[in-house]
């Protein structure tokens, strides 16, 4: 307890919260810029038991932000690395990963096993499919997310207020972007990361008289001018998750073609993004031409078995020139244009 002593001094945590955080399981989707802080902060508080999900590999441009990668651990499994350093740190926790990405079945395995949840995701599908699966067996939902200066955080939990439905009732269309498409800085994910990890601690101690987590309400910060706004999230009335009849057939299905470990090989679009929008095949990623063009390099790894499609050939070949000269190994291009998948 010595070590925890500058915590248990507190009287919103005290010897009786370490020991409830010592107890405690928590599982976090996500080892990205999100999850790195979020991990480290909830083993360093001495949070008992850590599960971190992610079937990405890890990229160099992670790294930047993803801090406890290094050079050496490009194209690894993100999770198993995270997990390994960090078990080598906090020698008492008992930690374990998942080198997959979070599908139903899986969260419908794992979700009932931990006292909450951390949303630490980077795209609109996985955290539908958290919601919906958190919205299920009642857990908190510590949700986060990030885009180039902006960040959020907010805790959604059936039994006491909102879901994320209730803030997103279908996955938006105009927004969809991730890190690789909209940027983002090392210190924004590192800030949201960190409030994750408070907003976890809090839920986790249970004494709301004291500390007063974020359910409910989603907090807004912009770290370019920080500005910042706090929206309370109402029940929606119609949300799906909050009737009655909810069940497990109503949760969404999320298959993400991309960067599965080892394993399938991935679409990528190379048309521009309004393109892509307007039609695309089922489970293919966009990557536009002009990004590889001004040099940015999409998120996959090295070794990622990788198709180029565009709306004939030109510019998957010119993409395949591209991405060979940033040393990606498996690149294919399709002989055939997106449209001719188009079923009519
Ligand atoms: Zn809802």
């Known amino acids: 307890m010595q070590r925890y002593h500058r915590q248990t001094i507190l009287p919103q945590i005290g010897v009786d919260g370490q020991k409830i955080l010592h107890k405690s399981k928590v599982l976090i989707i996500g080892a990205g810029g ?32 993803q801090i406890l990668f290094s050079d050496q651990d490009i194209g690894g499994n993100k999770a198993e690395i995270l997990s390994r350093k960090i078990g080598r740190i906090y020698s008492n926790l008992n930690i374990s990963f998942e080198s997959v990405f979070l599908e139903k079945s899986l969260a419908l395995k794992l979700f009932p096993d931990f006292d909450l949840i951390i ?6 599908e996985s955290k539908f499919l958290i919601n919906d699966v958190c ?21 959604f939990w059936k039994s006491r207020g909102a879901c994320y439905r209730c803030l997103y009732p279908s996955i938006p269309k105009s ?35 004291k ?13 370019s001018d920080h500005s910042f706004r706090s929206l309370d999230i109402p ?10 009849n909810f069940k497990k057939e ?25 393109e892509w929008h307007e039609f695309h095949i089922k489970d293919s990623i966009n990557f536009p031409l002009s990004k590889l063009e001004s040099g940015l ?15 004939a050939s030109m510019r998957a070949k010119r993409a395949k020139e591209l991405l060979t000269g940033m040393n990606f190994k498996n690149i294919q291009c399709s002989d055939k244009g997106v449209y001719e998948y188009q079923t009519r």
């Open 34 to 65: 999100l999850g790195h802080p979020a991990i480290q902060y909830l083993a360093a508080m001495g949070v008992g038991e850590i599960k971190i999900i992610d079937g990405d590999s890890v990229h160099v441009t992670n790294l930047p932000r």
């Open 119 to 124: 949303d630490c995701t980077d795209n609109f």
């Open 135 to 155: 919205v299920l067996y009642d857990k908190p939902m510590i949700y986060g997310a990030i885009s180039q200066f902006e960040g959020q955080v907010g805790i």
């Open 175 to 209: 927004t969809i972007q991730n890190c690789a498409e909209a940027g983002v800085v090392g210190p924004v994910a590192g800030t949201i990361g960190s409030l994750q990890a408070v907003e976890a601690m809090k839920i986790l101690i249970n004494k709301f008289d």
């Open 211 to 223: 500390l007063k987590p974020l359910i409910g309400r989603v907090n807004f910060y912009n770290f």
């Open 235 to 244: 029940r929606r009335q119609t949300c799906l998750c909050h009737a009655p």
């Open 250 to 274: 109503n949760i969404i299905e999320v298959k993400r073609a991309e960067c599965k470990v080892g394993g399938s090989v991935l679409l990528v679009d190379v048309r521009e993004k309004d």
């Open 297 to 311: 390099a999409p998120e996959f790894a090295l070794n990622q078995e990788v198709i180029l499609i565009c709306k």
